[in-house]
């Protein structure tokens, strides 16, 4: 690290993603769940709590697909993924 | 007596100074080491803080003028909560009439929300190529650290500016990979 510099508390640092990196949809295997979620997202003003669901469609066609590694959706972030999205609307 | 016994513990102590440094540098990231502490991604933190304000995750895309693709975000921003899981595309197309390969960084703006920026899996740091005229959706599955409303300093944040920057790499002839810098 450089010496010298002024002081600055807040300097950011990437920092690489926790599961690596998506493999690349090549093939476009997965194009049409990009599609319904890009739409949902332009419906509610880029809301992300509504469109969760089409989320999770994707990752799954992503893992079925074996353009990633399967994980459970529990640790994605998904948990009483159909409660929520009633309780949203 | 007393000598032999300050000179073991020296010893002692200057070999075990290298797991205690590493284990140090590892939990708290210093000089950039990268934080691969999975305990943060546990999903109990992946719960969406329902009582917080949705903050505005904004998308940029860049790329270096040495890489003739098209790369842009497939959508400007979402409104997410806290702790909750969120996905977002970029398209890349690789324009020119050879392979390519592209090196994406990011940067989080403001720098002092970038420490509760968590993104599960994108497509950072790790080559990505792109045959000729290939267009590819490029997902960054991230979340907003659910620690962030508990933080005085962030009280003024609404927006999270998310950029990144794709630069054009080539494996030289000892086959490592290189970035190739702008002409």
Known sequence: MSFGRPPNISTFKPTPPEKGSFPLDHEGECKQFVKEYLECLKKNQGNNGNCRHLSKTYLKCRMDKGLMTPEEMNNLGFQDDEIRRTEEK | MYTTAILICGIGFTYASVPLYRMFCQTTGFSGTPITNSSKFGPERLVPAKESRRIRVHFNADTSLALDWSFIPQQREVYVLPGETALAFYTAKN???????????????????????????CFCFEEQKLQAG????????????????????????????????????KYDNNGTLIPVPTL
């Open chain 2, 134 to 169: 290939e267009a590819v959706d490029m997902p960054v599955f991230f979340f907003i650290d659910p620690e962030f409303p508990e933080d005085p300093s962030m009280r003024d944040v609404d927006t999270i500016t998310l950029s990144y920057t794709f630069f054009k790499a």
């Open chain 2, 95 to 121: 324009k020119s009439d050879q392979d390519i390969i592209g090196l994406a960084t990011y940067n989080v703006t403001p720098n002092k929300a970038g420490q509760y920026f968590n993104k599960i899996q």
